[in-house]
């Protein structure tokens, strides 16, 4: 069930960057990635079809992220409108990873870039199989 990164399409997400999302010399602070990445990763779900949350309720299925890997390039900083990119890489019966690049709109400048795996556990938190359903759904190109 493994797939490679470059057979999806990327989904786009479009964020300004806030002053609270800044530090004191003025650019993004380093975790708000990581909570861009979460965003685009829930906008990638409704752009293919569903809602995260349904996932989790309907089909008793929870993503938690396991491994978060992130390469900051240039700083964003306040009020530049960014892109986040978000797209499936690969998808195993029990995991799943998610590719991620943020880029400055205005020049297309990639920002950061990194990936999140994650498990796919019950609200038990016991492992299980991905939903079939919702597999079939992000492997859509």
Known sequence: MK???????WSETRVRVRYAETDQAGVVYHSNYLVWFEVGRVELCRDHGFNYRDMEREADALLPVTE?????????????VILIRTRTSVIR?????????????????????????????????????????????????
Request: charge should be negative; avoid cysteine.
């Open 93 to 141: 019966s029990r995991a799943i990873t998610f590719a991620y690049e943020v880029r400055r709109e205005a020049d297309n400048t990639l920002l950061a870039e990194g990936e999140t795996q994650h498990i796919v556990m019950d609200s038990q938190g016991r492992a299980r199989s991905f939903p079939p359903e919702y597999a079939e759904k992000l492997k859509t190109r």
């Open 3 to 9: 797939n490679n990164t470059e057979e999806y399409q």
């Open 68 to 80: 978060a890997h992130l390469r900051y390039r240039v700083p964003a900083k306040y009020d530049d």
